[in-house]
């Protein structure tokens, strides 16, 4: 499987600054499913990037001991700043000691992972009622005539980019590995606020436009995509429909 631990290089403050937090029914939701077994309080993120879904779960799980799990070294060093524990380390192969987890999660991740080597790696490092949780927050990409003319774009500009990239059944992909059981499936419809100059760095931060930007220039593209926005939007703030989709499934 193609290596992608470097698909975000030179993008973390970016990233950072761009990307939305997550719902706090999605949080409490997380919250409540570990609250119902018995597990360690000690939790990984992995892929966690530059830490969005990690202060997000340290702030709704105080008691626990959240550390973010990172490959990327940029993303990790980013973490790292805002006072995160980060493990370097990919998705795959988790240098944490057996059944010593009450729950493991993946936020806007797991499409990147080898899946059933990471699925694997969960239910290895998850004690016998842990939790594993797969968070993404989701655009509602066809109820927003300005996203479907992003995405328009970018489909134009990078051929090797799809906007179905996340068209996957976690749901099955987890049930599949055999490894988990009670697997429950939620949908948390959310808005993001945003203007024409906010919503293109966040299409900048993601590593589709990687090589748009490299081949056009960043303000050129951040230009075209807010021309491209302009055309489809009459306010100078609007709202992104979007929809945190999660997954939760406890352990054999």
């Known amino acids: ?27 409490t939701a997380v919250a409540q499913a570990v609250a119902a077994g018995d597990a360690p309080a000690r939790c990984l993120d992995v892929g966690a990037g530059t830490g969005i879904s990690t202060r997000a779960l340290i702030d709704a799980l105080p008691d626990w001991t959240v550390q973010a799990v990172e490959p990327n ?14 493990i370097i380390a990919p998705a795959e192969a988790l240098p944490i000691e057996p ?6 999660t993946v936020a806007q991740a797991f499409h990147w992972f080898d899946r ?37 774009f970018i489909e134009a500009e990078n051929p090797d980019y799809s906007r179905h990239y996340r ?16 697997i429950q499936r939620f949908g948390f419809p959310w808005a993001l606020p945003a203007t024409s100059e906010s919503l293109a760095r966040y299409f900048l931060s993601r590593s589709s436009s990687t090589p748009i930007v490299a081949r056009l220039g960043k303000a050129m593209v951040m230009r075209r995509i807010v021309a491209v926005i302009d055309r489809h939007v009459a306010t ?14 406890r352990c054999r």
């Open 1 to 27: 499987m193609q290596d992608h631990t470097r698909k975000f290089d030179g993008l973390a403050d970016l990233y950072d600054a761009s990307r939305p937090t997550y719902p706090p029914d999605v949080l």
């Open 73 to 86: 070294l940029d993303m990790a060093a980013r973490a790292g700043a805002a006072g995160l524990e980060v």
């Open 99 to 104: 059944d010593s987890r009450g729950l493991v």
């Open 116 to 152: 059933p080597r990471f699925l694997r790696e969960a239910r290895r490092v998850l004690s016998q009622h842990g939790v594993l949780a797969v968070i993404n927050n989701n655009r509602r990409t066809e109820e927003f005539e300005a996203l479907l003319a992003v995405e328009d």
């Open 167 to 182: 068209d996957l059944d976690i749901a099955a992909e987890i049930e599949a590995s055999g490894s988990f059981g009670e």
């Open 236 to 249: 100078p703030t609007f709202d992104v429909p979007m929809m945190c989709d999660l997954v939760l499934a």
